[in-house]
């Protein structure tokens, strides 16, 4: 199955050329497509230096003008994964906090038949590193709860960033009206693809704080997230 993984990236000059050895290491062997909003620390040019050394197609750099959000940088990166013929299309984070050993499971839960498997942090087995701030635990979990009530989903992570999509299903989702432009869009996406009757499977992750690098998370974030989960009992996926 062939499988690219979409690596979103502002400001992770520090950890992308880890990230990529890793991902391009797993047994699942998958391409990578980093989605860089210009990064002002030079993410771009790491890339483009870890591509020269590699068979064409290996690794590939999404360069956007500016730092739009990480929906829109996911919808650029899925948009070109799937014109790119992937049969499968990862969304991880760039900075570590996703474990890359946990792809074969989750390909393995694809290839059983699954359109969306999502790496949960609140599964059995599934956790959180103790580096994680507690305000970060806080919000995550109590974004989780807020989230899964009001959508009536019993997704437990809605709101993480680790997915491993059938690129069929990517296919289907009208990413333009899928506008969340931060991390509502994990939660927006996920709805939209269970409103098209996407069979979800889920594996157990542990999220480690990243180490280098600085989070891109905001008051704004959170506050959009908390406005469009609303919006999506109300409206669907669509907001409207
Ligand atoms: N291109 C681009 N990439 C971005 C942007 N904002 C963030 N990213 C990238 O998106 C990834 C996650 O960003 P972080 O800022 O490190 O996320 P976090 O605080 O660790 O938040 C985590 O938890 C959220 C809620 O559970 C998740 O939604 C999120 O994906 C992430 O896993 C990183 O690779 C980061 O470079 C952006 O505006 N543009």
Redesign the pocket.
């Known amino acids: 199955m062939r499988t690219i993984v979409v690596?979103?990236?502002?400001q992770?000059a520090e950890n992308i050329a880890g990230i990529i050895a890793a991902v391009l290491a797993s047994p699942v062997a998958p391409d990578v497509l980093v989605?860089?909003?210009s990064s002002p620390d030079g993410t771009g040019d790491v890339v483009r230096g870890v591509a020269a050394g590699l068979p064409e197609g290996r690794v590939r750099l999404l360069t956007?003008p500016v730092?739009?959000?990480?929906g829109a940088?996911y919808r650029s990166g899925f948009a070109q994964a799937v014109a790119l013929g992937y049969d499968a299309v990862v969304q991880m984070?760039?900075?570590g906090?996703h474990p890359v050993s946990a792809l074969v499971p989750m390909a393995a839960a694809l290839a059983g038949g699954a359109d969306l498997v999502l790496g949960s942090r609140y599964v059995p087995g599934g956790a959180v590193d103790d580096a994680w701030p507690w305000y970060r635990r806080l919000l995550?979990r109590g974004g989780n709860v807020y989230a899964r009530v009001l959508l009536r989903s019993d997704i437990t992570d809605l709101?993480?960033?680790f997915k491993m999509w059938r690129a069929s299903l990517l296919a289907r989702l009208d990413l333009d009206s899928l506008t969340a432009a931060g991390?509502a869009f994990?939660i927006q996406t996920t709805l939209a693809a269970l409103e098209l009757g996407a069979r979800t499977a889920q594996v157990p992750i542990l999220f480690t704080e990243?180490t280098r690098g600085s989070?891109?998370?905001s008051r704004s974030i959170v506050a959009e997230a908390m406005v469009a989960v609303v919006r999506m009992r109300r409206h669907g996926a669509k907001l409207r």
């Open positions: 690596l979103p990236t502002y992770e989605v860089d909003d956007r730092k739009e959000g990480l940088a984070d760039a900075d906090s995550s709101t993480g960033g991390y994990q990243r989070s891109k998370m």
